[in-house]
């Protein structure tokens, strides 16, 4: 066994302000993971909005393609893919509540606590609900965007294929 000794610092103890130290740190960690979660949110709704952009050009493309040409279907098709991947961004980059760093001055005033260490500790639960939150947030703007995804990708495979099996039919 390793000795420590007396004359090391080990920093805090149970005796000496070690769960504040502790509520302080999960507050910090906490920020930080706030921050983090809102970098990650911007970059979805990037994402999406990128997706609106395909999915604009797509749309004119498509429409072209349905109204002025033999391939009606598969324009019609495509028309249907590309408005559900516009409407899963749209959707994804919908406003949502989002949980920020820094609790609202009325949640830490109208808090309980009467020790410097039950507010820290407060405030941490606090923050420790709003990641919870985000992450339940960011699960969901993922999924739309991911479906959105796979919408556009797999509908211009569809398209062609109910093209090919119309022109195998009337070939017949």
């Given at each position: 066994?390793?000795?420590?000794?007396?004359?090391?610092?080990?920093?805090?103890?149970?005796?000496?302000?070690?769960?504040?130290?502790?509520?302080?740190?999960?507050?910090?960690?906490?920020?930080?993971r706030l921050a983090a979660q809102a970098s990650v949110l911007m970059g979805a709704?990037?994402?999406?909005?990128?997706?609106?952009?395909?999915?604009?050009?797509?749309?004119?493309?498509?429409?072209?393609?349905?109204?002025?040409?033999?391939?009606?279907?598969?324009?019609?098709?495509?028309?249907?893919?590309?408005?559900?991947?516009?409407?899963?961004?749209?959707?994804?980059?919908?406003?949502?509540?989002?949980?920020?760093?820094?609790?609202?001055?009325?949640?830490?005033?109208?808090?309980?606590?009467?020790?410097?260490?039950?507010?820290?500790?407060?405030?941490?639960?606090?923050?420790?609900?709003?990641?919870q939150r985000n992450i339940e947030r960011l699960n969901i703007i993922s999924i739309?965007?991911?479906?959105?995804?796979?919408?556009?990708?797999?509908?211009?495979?569809?398209?062609?294929?109910?093209?090919?099996?119309?022109?195998?039919?009337?070939?017949?």
């Amino acid at each position: 066994m390793i000795q420590i000794p007396k004359t090391t610092k080990c920093g805090k103890t149970p005796q000496s302000g070690l769960r504040l130290w502790k509520a302080a740190q999960a507050i910090r960690l906490a920020e930080l993971r706030l921050a983090a979660q809102a970098s990650v949110l911007m970059g979805a709704q990037t994402r999406a909005t990128s997706m609106i952009g395909w999915v604009v050009a797509a749309l004119a493309a498509s429409a072209a393609l349905a109204f002025n040409t033999p391939y009606h279907i598969a324009g019609a098709i495509l028309l249907v893919g590309e408005s559900i991947t516009g409407i899963l961004a749209v959707v994804a980059i919908y406003p949502c509540k989002w949980s920020e760093t820094g609790a609202r001055p009325e949640v830490f005033m109208d808090s309980p606590a009467q020790t410097e260490l039950a507010c820290q500790e407060s405030l941490a639960l606090y923050y420790q609900n709003a990641i919870q939150r985000n992450i339940e947030r960011l699960n969901i703007i993922s999924i739309l965007i991911s479906a959105g995804w796979i919408m556009f990708l797999a509908t211009p495979i569809l398209a062609c294929l109910f093209q090919m099996v119309i022109f195998m039919q009337k070939a017949s």
